[in-house]
């Protein structure tokens, strides 16, 4: 598990200031590097938590990051995969089955069935090893199915968990078989290519790189150099960005879009790029489908849910060449 849980790419929200296993910090080859984003904000909760005791739990697989219990999706249902050997605190997580049926029931209300078949796994593990809040990869070498999983341990918070889930959804929204073509490579890809494949030209992300991309990419290439640099570009051009984490990279760019989106009461009103990359949602009907589906799910009559534009505790920062970009490859 542990070479399949790192040397496929994930994209990771993360929200302690830990270094990611495994990441070689200076890649600098932007079209064959992987998009896992460190988030710098530093919560001060970055010891390991040791918690100790209790009794080895489950199967025999190794819990190497954090994994507690992997789930493959059935539909409706989620049937259980492996239970990884963990103690202390994770085994009691790992014990509450309960609360990893809640986290699949708060999943679906974002994930609709006609698009759970993006999504054969899930992951309940602990965010303290990688520091991060969810995460997506594929699970298949096309991009047509892809694992998602949440840090039962920072999933307390419903807004932030929820927020969590419509942004990881997101990613997969955006990076599957539909969207990329896995077997160009990117010096073949005329498109925009965000590391797992060529971007097809009618994709979300292709239309939101040619909007508010395509004219700044040797600056923000350019600016990877240090993380100043990078909060420089982002200073430049903050009209572009509806969250200071959507200038991460392209990818993180159409996340925090289509979280917006979602959680946006209404169309906005301006024209700025930021704008404009919203009103490109509005653009599509599976889209808007989507957000309908969302928003009736969180925000009709039986649920009390308060999501709003980037409330969410990962908006305000940046992710930083160091941290941002990690050299997981293996790529397929
Ligand atoms: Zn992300």
Same mark, same amino acid.
């Given at each position: 598990?542990?070479?399949?849980?790192?040397?496929?790419?994930?994209?990771?929200?993360?929200?302690?200031?830990?270094?990611?296993?495994?990441?070689?910090?200076?890649?600098?080859?932007?079209? *064959?590097?992987?998009? $896992?984003?460190? !988030?710098?904000?530093?919560? &001060?909760?970055?010891?390991?938590?040791?918690?100790? &005791? &209790? %009794?080895?739990?489950?199967? %025999?697989?190794?819990?190497?990051?954090?994994?507690?219990?992997?789930? *493959?999706?059935? &539909? /409706?249902?989620?049937?259980?995969?492996?239970? @990884?050997?963990?103690?202390?605190?994770? +085994?009691? @997580?790992?014990?509450?089955?309960?609360?990893?049926?809640?986290? =699949?029931?708060?999943?679906?209300?974002?994930?609709?069935?006609?698009?759970?078949?993006?999504?054969?796994?899930?992951?309940? @593990?602990?965010? /303290?090893?990688?520091?991060?809040?969810?995460?997506?990869?594929?699970?298949?070498?096309?991009?047509?199915? =892809?694992?998602?999983?949440?840090?039962?341990?920072?999933? !307390?918070?419903?807004?932030?968990?929820?927020?969590?889930?419509?942004?990881?959804?997101?990613?997969?929204?955006?990076?599957?078989?539909?969207?990329?073509?896995?077997?160009?490579?990117?010096?073949?890809?005329?498109?925009?290519?965000?590391?797992?494949?060529? *971007?097809?030209?009618?994709?979300?992300?292709?239309?939101?790189? !040619?909007?508010?991309?395509?004219?700044? =990419?040797? /600056?923000?290439?350019?600016?990877?150099?240090?993380?100043?640099?990078?909060?420089?570009?982002?200073?430049?051009?903050?009209?572009?960005?509806?969250?200071?984490?959507?200038?991460?990279?392209?990818? #993180?760019?159409?996340?925090?879009?289509?979280?917006?989106?979602?959680?946006? *009461?209404?169309?906005?009103?301006?024209? %700025?790029?930021?704008?404009?990359?919203? +009103? +490109?949602?509005?653009? #599509?009907? /599976?889209?808007?489908?989507?957000?309908?589906?969302?928003?009736?799910?969180?925000?009709?009559?039986?649920?009390?849910?308060? +999501?709003?534009?980037?409330? =969410?505790?990962?908006?305000?920062?940046?992710?930083?060449?160091?941290?941002?970009?990690?050299?997981?490859? $293996?790529?397929?």
């Amino acid at each position: 598990m542990k070479t399949r849980f790192l040397s496929r790419w994930m994209i990771a929200i993360i929200i302690v200031s830990v270094s990611f296993y495994g990441c070689s910090n200076q890649d600098e080859d932007f079209d *064959s590097i992987t998009n $896992n984003v460190v !988030d710098p904000v530093d919560n &001060g909760n970055t010891n390991g938590g040791t918690t100790g &005791g &209790g %009794t080895a739990g489950g199967g %025999t697989q190794a819990s190497t990051q954090g994994e507690i219990t992997l789930y *493959s999706v059935l &539909g /409706e249902a989620i049937q259980l995969q492996v239970n @990884y050997q963990v103690t202390g605190q994770d +085994l009691t @997580y790992q014990n509450d089955v309960a609360r990893h049926q809640e986290l =699949w029931g708060q999943t679906k209300d974002v994930v609709p069935s006609s698009h759970r078949n993006y999504m054969n796994e899930f992951m309940i @593990y602990n965010g /303290e090893i990688t520091g991060s809040a969810g995460y997506v990869y594929e699970t298949a070498s096309d991009l047509s199915t =892809w694992q998602m999983g949440l840090a039962i341990n920072y999933a !307390d918070d419903q807004n932030e968990l929820l927020y969590t889930i419509i942004h990881e959804f997101g990613h997969i929204l955006t990076l599957n078989n539909t969207q990329l073509d896995a077997s160009v490579s990117s010096g073949a890809c005329g498109n925009y290519f965000p590391g797992e494949g060529c *971007s097809k030209a009618a994709s979300f992300i292709n239309k939101l790189y !040619d909007l508010g991309w395509a004219d700044i =990419w040797s /600056e923000y290439q350019q600016a990877q150099g240090s993380e100043t640099a990078l909060q420089a570009f982002y200073n430049q051009h903050q009209d572009r960005f509806v969250t200071n984490y959507a200038a991460t990279n392209p990818g #993180e760019d159409i996340a925090e879009v289509f979280a917006t989106f979602v959680t946006m *009461s209404g169309q906005p009103a301006g024209n %700025t790029i930021a704008e404009r990359k919203i +009103l +490109l949602m509005y653009d #599509e009907p /599976e889209l808007v489908t989507l957000r309908d589906y969302i928003r009736s799910n969180l925000f009709g009559n039986r649920k009390s849910v308060s +999501l709003t534009p980037g409330s =969410w505790s990962r908006a305000n920062t940046i992710g930083t060449h160091t941290s941002s970009y990690c050299g997981v490859t $293996n790529r397929h």
